[in-house]
């Protein structure tokens, strides 16, 4: 089965802190996967993915697939990155479907 | 970057009515589509992949009598609830494939459905 699991509803740290949103999946084959962010008020929009192996905003998230892990992280948060995180799983075949994790909400406090 | 339009953003509508929504490319052209739908504090379950000149492909479980999707044009995609009822009040949220090689999904904003 593929599926996508975030195991943390809610994340709530302190500015400055470092940030963890976990991410799990189960797939066959070999994964694509992303993260995808959602701001107050906003649509959803990507945030980055792992075979483009970058950094956007100070978050990084590496592929294990010894764990079947793709988590989000960043080293010092800011209180702008307070929104809505979904990690994502794209799906068997060419359709280009994405398969959403239940998603995390991230609360940076000042 | 690529924008998807999704209209309307919130429509109340009587039980027994039929609701349509529209979500568009306005700057590239979608070969494929789909159509999420979003209960409050749960993630995104897909409903159909819309492909532009064919049948959309529905997801397990989704009606297709029930979520009409319909993909005239590279730039459009309509996603019509009929004879709507109360249980099927959900945010309705599209997104758009751009199909070049570097292919990226983009989101529309959302419909927020209330069914009385």
């Known amino acids: 089965a593929q599926r996508v699991t975030q195991p943390e509803k809610l994340l709530s740290v302190f500015k400055g802190a470092p940030v963890e949103l976990k991410c799990n999946y189960s797939?066959?084959?070999?994964?694509?996967l992303f993260w995808y962010v959602q701001y107050s008020r906003q649509r959803l929009q990507l945030l980055l993915r792992?075979?483009s192996r970058e950094s956007i905003k100070g978050f990084t998230a590496d592929l294990n697939k010894g764990e079947t892990s793709f988590h989000l992280k960043k080293p010092f948060a800011q209180e702008e990155d307070s929104a809505m995180y979904y990690c994502?799983?794209?799906?068997?075949?060419?359709?280009?479907?994405?398969?959403f994790g239940q998603g995390t909400t991230l609360q940076v406090k000042p | 970057g690529a924008v998807v339009s999704q209209h309307p953003s919130w429509v109340i509508c009587k039980s027994g009515t039929s609701v349509k929504i529209e979500c568009r490319s306005l700057?590239?052209?979608?070969?494929?589509m789909f159509w999420y739908r979003q209960f409050p504090k749960q993630s995104l379950m897909l409903m159909a992949t819309s492909n532009e000149g064919s049948k959309a492909t529905y997801e397990q479980g989704v009606e297709k009598d029930k979520f009409l999707i319909n993909h005239a044009s590279l730039t459009l995609s309509t996603l019509t609830v009929t004879s709507a009822h109360p249980e099927d009040s959900s945010f309705y949220i599209c997104?758009?494939?751009?199909?070049?090689?570097?292919?990226?999904?983009?989101f529309g904003s959302g419909t927020q459905l209330s069914v009385l």
């Open positions: 797939y066959s084959g070999s994964p694509e």
């Open positions: 700057d590239f052209q979608a070969t494929t």
């Open positions: 997104s758009a494939r751009t199909g070049r090689k570097d292919e990226k999904l983009f």
């Open positions: 792992h075979i």
């Open positions: 994502a799983l794209k799906g068997s075949g060419n359709t280009g479907k994405l398969i």
